[in-house]
């Protein structure tokens, strides 16, 4: 069974960081690409950043970069999200995601940026 279980959010001034993590199991993790998604209160759920299978390529939404860094582990089979400087337009739910035969989800961490 596909499962990925998300961690490290938190409440967070603005200006900080927080730095997420996700486990994923019941698939052969170094084998997909895969990403973070969010949903901020009372939006649809987008597209933060993704990583490639081996971890050479990255790409982010225009949003976040040069603040986020995606990268994984895929000898733990974890996927991780730094997240810098953070500002309030990022609190928000922040899931991991990937298509292993189907969209997979995880039940996410909610991350709030305090002013």
């Known amino acids: 069974q596909v499962r990925f279980v998300e961690s490290g959010g938190a409440l967070v001034q603005r200006g900080g960081s927080l730095r997420l993590s996700c486990i994923a199991s019941?698939?052969?993790?170094?084998?997909?690409?895969v990403d973070w998604y969010r949903q901020r209160p009372g939006r649809l759920r987008e597209r933060v950043a993704s990583?490639?299978?081996?971890?050479?390529?990255?790409d982010y939404a225009d949003s976040v970069k040069g603040r986020f860094t995606i990268s994984r582990d895929n000898a733990k089979n974890m996927l991780y999200l730094q997240m810098n400087n953070l500002g309030s337009d990022d609190t928000a739910v922040y899931y991991c995601?990937?298509?292993?035969?189907?969209?997979?989800w995880g039940q996410g961490t909610q991350v709030t940026v305090s002013s």
């Open positions: 995601h990937a298509v292993v035969g189907s969209e997979r």
């Open positions: 990583i490639t299978a081996t971890g050479s390529g990255t």
């Open positions: 019941g698939f052969t993790f170094r084998e997909y690409d």
